[in-house]
């Protein structure tokens, strides 16, 4: 009993022995020490810096050569307007005759006006038909006239104004029997009662730009009245074929 009771002690003894020294080591056991988390590293993405404008240059102007007037040695040769199939010799008239009634062998510069490419008025006739201006009665703006002259130089035009009616009376035509009143025609009353042809004195002045006037009959003879157009440079120089 006492043996028994000894041992109850001894296995007490140890197990208090053991708890105490379980408590010692614990309690010495160093604290574990806190590590601070890692930061995280936000990035921010830097604005992709924007490009500073440059100033859009000015175009640098073209030159525009100043046009010279052509030497008096360049002259006429052909009149064209492709759309009318007109295609003429031209050139400059010589005589009274050729200004009053002209041959049809061509259209004819007035000898008052001037040469085409000298900046100024360049008034140019030609009976009214068919294998001369008579194609001018179908004439229309935007349409291209083309003057070669001598010396391979090429002039360009635009018609851009047409002027019908405009009257030129005539007491005595070559041919009266073919006036409009003596076919019983009705005309215009600005060519029916006209007295002379001051109504185109403007056309055959001349200008401070370059300038084609083309003018034929609208009939038999001036009392029918007369057909006037205006064609201006496509360019403002002077055109050659090299």
Not at 9 to 15: G, H, R, S, T, V
Not at 35 to 60: D, G, K, M, Y
Not at 112 to 140: C, D, M, V
Request: aromatic content about 6%; overall charge negative; proline content about 12%.
């Amino acid at each position: 009993m006492d043996a028994m009771r000894r041992y109850r002690w001894i296995i007490l003894f140890l197990a208090v022995a053991a708890l105490s020294l379980m408590l010692l080591i614990f309690a010495s056991a160093p604290e574990p020490i806190a590590v601070a988390p890692t930061p995280t590293v936000q990035v921010t993405a830097s604005p992709s810096p924007t490009p500073t404008p440059r100033p859009t240059p000015a175009p640098t102007p073209t030159a525009v050569p100043t046009p010279t007037p052509l030497a008096d040695s360049v002259i006429a040769e052909q009149i064209q307007i492709p759309d009318l199939n007109i295609d003429l010799p031209l050139r400059m008239a010589e005589t009274e005759q050729d200004e009053d009634f002209p041959t049809d062998c061509c259209a004819f510069i007035l000898r008052s006006t001037s040469q085409p490419g000298r900046h100024t008025n360049s008034f140019i006739y030609a009976h009214a038909e068919e294998h001369l201006f008579k194609p001018l009665w179908r004439a229309e703006l935007g349409q291209e006239v083309i003057v070669t002259m001598t010396e391979g130089v090429v002039l360009n035009y635009v018609i851009t104004e047409i002027h019908p009616d405009v009257p030129c009376y005539d007491p005595d035509p070559p041919n009266p029997e073919l006036n409009p009143e003596a076919l019983g025609v009705e005309v215009a009353p600005a060519i029916r009662n006209a007295t002379d042809c001051s109504a185109g004195v403007a056309f055959v002045m001349p200008t401070e730009t370059e300038r084609l006037t083309l003018q034929t009959s609208q009939g038999y003879n001036r009392n029918w009245g007369e057909l006037l157009i205006i064609a201006e440079p496509v360019e403002d120089d002077t055109n050659t074929d090299s």
